[in-house]
């Protein structure tokens, strides 16, 4: 499956953009789709995840700020993205795959700047 991020930009810090990311095909109740971020000079790094059946689970980092959530019928995954900050800019990546070791399809990533 290919996947289609989108919604990136540069943001004021408190902001909140609204990301999506879009499969290309239906994805099916078995697979679980999240969001991951590589800030520049770091590894890339889990932000959140969701299943078919709603289940979240999120960074630390983000917990409280961010929320994930998917519209099965759009094949779509949105991160609802809140009070933002410098730490938080980074490029974005969708991923989908059968569990969270996400080894499978993985989006072109879309870049997220957080100016203080």
């Known amino acids: 499956v290919q996947l289609q991020a989108s919604g990136g930009g540069l943001v004021q810090a408190g902001g909140s953009p609204r990301l999506s990311c879009v499969a290309s095909?239906?994805?099916?109740?078995?697979?679980?789709m999240g969001w991951f971020r590589q800030a520049p000079g770091k590894e890339r790094e889990f932000v959140a995840a969701?299943?078919?059946?709603?289940?979240?689970y999120y960074a630390d980092s983000v917990k409280g700020r961010f929320t994930i959530s998917r519209d099965n019928a759009k094949n779509t995954v949105y991160p609802q993205m809140n009070s933002l900050k410098p730490e938080d800019t980074a490029v974005y990546y969708c991923a989908a795959d059968r569990d969270l070791r996400f080894r499978g399809s993985w989006g072109q990533g879309t870049q997220v700047t957080v100016s203080s």
């Open positions: 969701i299943r078919w059946s709603a289940g979240t």
């Open positions: 095909r239906r994805i099916d109740s078995t697979y679980v």
